[in-house]
């Protein structure tokens, strides 16, 4: 009985230290952060500078819930944030650090601290969107097409992405906008032959085994659904709808981008000359080839180049065999000016780096996004 | 009655909690990768103990044992560990914001640290004084970060020469270096005795 007693009394007082402690010690007085040398604004210290940042609408992108497992929240701190943490050391390159990259994370938020954000990263905002339309595209791959709430639309250019919060928990998944950026502009939906509604973008979404978030899409994502996302974010995108030809090699789930530049420049006319190389395992991979096609009819600036590099014998295929990147050498002759842009998993992306400079793209005019 | 300082010398050298008792391996296989967040650790560890273990042999004595509590001595050793380590890094972060960020990822594993929990444990058992319980604290951290910091300096040679098997590297290879160091460590046993 006085046992039950003394530890009941022990614990109240440790609870009773632990928040006069609470208290008194953990506000940390005025602090602010400086974003970019201009912008001063007045925050509560003692939280982590990504919690601080997305409190005050800066949405820097980050995948782990603020655990230092992604290495995603990468922002430059130009003043006081201390030394860099061991949990850092991994994620932060030398050069990164000599520019004071740190994981903002893993950066205590206490009296002043100066912070450079890119341009593109002070436009992402956080917005509310309901799913409207779940499509199946292939066996593990399915287009979600989210509608903005009344009045809101998204600014972004081909090629970006968004962040969506996956219910139930603090964690973020990037996913890259597959439809072209007109239709999510209110101004330009306005249009009266236009049939879309509300502002909407859509995704492309491959199952993964396992994947926290694909599994949620896959499995219980339904139309109706409220989904908050943080975005656009991203530096890969199409710059300009003029200029040379544009070399585009995609693969896996590197369809999406890839579709939302094809689309956006078809809207235009196609302005610019642009080849698409799309690389999947077999026949059942492969989607949207009709509406590639469709487009490679009408614009002689545009090819479509599928190349299978397991077809079964059920598949029936006629086309390009083996890696994509093996394909690209018979269809770009190594002249005149040329950009590319590549997205789909490492290992393409590295043969790709490898093959483009012999075909005339130099390493300075490639963009990738590699996932 | 063991005099202090011998307790000092034979917690750091003869009777070293890791290398001889092998308590605190999980966070010396994790913090052993660097010289510097090894001795990092080594410095919270010690730093924590020295606290924590004069105030648990208080508890014990002046509260467990007159009230005849003894058999909850684990719970209350483990909530005031816990509950100490928080109240540290909360005075760290207002009065040390220098110390704290150098320190403030170690703290929190501190809590999950058994080395701390057994010095509690070994103090109660060998039924301590006020200054024996404080000499063992403090040597016990410093054997710790001691053997902690050895073992990362071997690491990090290794990770120059590169030629660990692939099966053993990580945790398996660290084992192993903890093992020939234990061996080392005998070397220091005829220095003290205490049990």
Known sequence: MITILVIGVLLLVIAIALLL???????????????????????????????????????????????????????????????????????????????????????????????????????????????????????????????????????????????LLVPGTDQFRAYSIASPPSRARSAEIQ????????????????????????????????????????????????????????????????????????????????????????????????????????????????????????????????????FITQVVGKYVQPDGEKEAVLCGPPPMIDAAMRVLPGLGVPAERIQFDKF | MLHPLIILVAAVFTHNIALSYLIGMCPMLAMSRRVDTAAGMGVAVTFVLALIGPLNWAIYRLVLVPTHSE????????????????????????????????????LPLITVNCAILAVSLFVMLREYNLWQTVTFSIGTGIGWGLATTIIAGIRERLQLVGDVPADLRGAGITMVIAGILALAFIGFSGMVAIQ
């Open chain 1, 21 to 163: 402690a609470e208290r008194f010690l953990v506000s940390h007085g005025e602090s602010s952060l400086t974003i970019n040398g201009e912008r001063v604004i007045k925050v509560e210290g003692g939280d982590s500078l990504l919690a601080t940042l997305n409190q005050h609408k800066l949405f820097v992108p980050s995948a782990c819930g603020g655990k230092a497992t992604c290495g995603l929240c990468k922002v430059q701190v130009v003043s006081g944030a201390g030394g860099i943490l061991p949990t850092e050391q991994v994620f932060v390159t030398r050069e990164e650090r000599e520019r004071g990259v740190r994981l903002a994370c893993q950066v205590k938020v206490q009296g002043h601290i100066g912070v450079r954000l890119p341009e593109g990263m002070l436009a992402a905002r956080e917005f509310l969107s309901r799913v409207t339309a779940v499509e199946t595209l292939t066996h593990d791959t399915k287009l979600v097409r989210f509608g903005l709430e009344d009045g809101d639309e998204l600014d972004f250019r081909p090629g970006q992405y968004v962040q």
């Open chain 1, 191 to 322: 249009d009266p032959k236009s049939k879309i509604q509300n502002p909407e973008f859509e995704l492309i979404v491959r199952y993964v085994p396992g994947g926290l978030c694909t599994g949620w899409i896959h499995k219980a994502l339904s139309v109706g659904d409220s989904v908050r996302l943080t975005g656009p974010f991203g530096d890969f995108f199409l710059r300009g709808d003029e200029g040379p030809e544009i070399v585009a090699i995609g693969g896996g789930s590197g369809m999406a981008p890839m579709r939302s530049i094809v689309m956006h420049l078809a809207e235009k006319g196609m302005p610019r000359k642009l080849s698409l190389f799309f690389g999947a395992r077999t026949r059942r991979d492969l989607f949207y080839v009709d509406v590639f096609r469709e487009l490679e009819a009408r614009f002689a600036n545009f090819r479509y180049i599928p190349a299978l590099s397991e077809p079964r014998p059920q598949d029936g295929w006629d086309g390009e065999t083996g």
């Open chain 2, 71 to 106: 058999v909850m001595a684990f719970l209350v050793f483990i909530i005031v560990i816990a509950s100490a380590v928080q109240l540290v890094e909360m005075l760290m972060g207002r009065f040390f914001p220098a110390l704290h960020s150098s320190f403030g990822v170690f």
